[in-house]
């Protein structure tokens, strides 16, 4: 990061990629197979429980952190033969397809989100003619509170915690979703905008663990970690061809001031 160097840069996010395939598919798959393995479902004790404290945990975590400073090992071994099991495993079965599929789109809008949620509203706030910097920081733990508040709503929701309740919930979440997305990108109130992405914060909080418990429920255990980093594939060719067609500063359309594609002066590169 702190390199001039442009392949340095490259090498950079190329770790960076594996680093962040590792952290999203091999722990989940360890705690869903000593959860089953040590058959703590027998306990009580609900795996889907347990992802939306993980989630809430974790927006907790990201509060704290968001605050204004103005001062066992798996015998798996990666083969041909381990990413043949995996694909044949994606492609023969239509729900655990649809998850991949919604994994990439609603996975890849989030990081989208993530590059450009401050340009959005520093873009609507310009627009008012206002220079006052925004709270960053503060904005940023208003979203993690959001974000905490929907996997609290998927805990009390989900009752029952069977695929079809938490398959409702995902559906939900992604129309939602779909929905502030739509709106982030016509509205031109900065108010009217932040409640927006917090809404779609709220709903990254549901999605998680809603997603979690899923894939725990239709992927076995013993292709579970492959499985897992396959469906990481196209989220990050999804993410780079969106931001291929990315249009950043005074090239963006001005009849669309406010889009979340339009970086405003001086935003983040």
Known sequence: MLSDSLLVLFFGRLTGGVSTTLLFSVFEAWMIS????????????????VFGNMTTLSCMVAIASGNENFGKRSSEQTS?????????????DAKIMSLGITSCVFEGTMYLFIFFWSAALASARSQVGSTDDLPFGLIFSSFMCAMMTGSAIFTLQTSTKTVQSTTDMLMTVTLVVACCLSLAAMLQNEHLLFWALCLLEGCVGAYFPSMAHLKSELIEDGIRGRVYSILRFPLNVFVVVAHSLDVEGKQAPESSPSSLTQTSSGGNN
């Open 80 to 92: 041909l033969q381990d990413l043949k099991s995996g694909l044949s495993a994606i492609l023969g």
């Open 34 to 49: 000593t959860y089953h393995e040590q058959g703590l479902h027998t306990s009580g004790l609900e795996l889907s429980t």
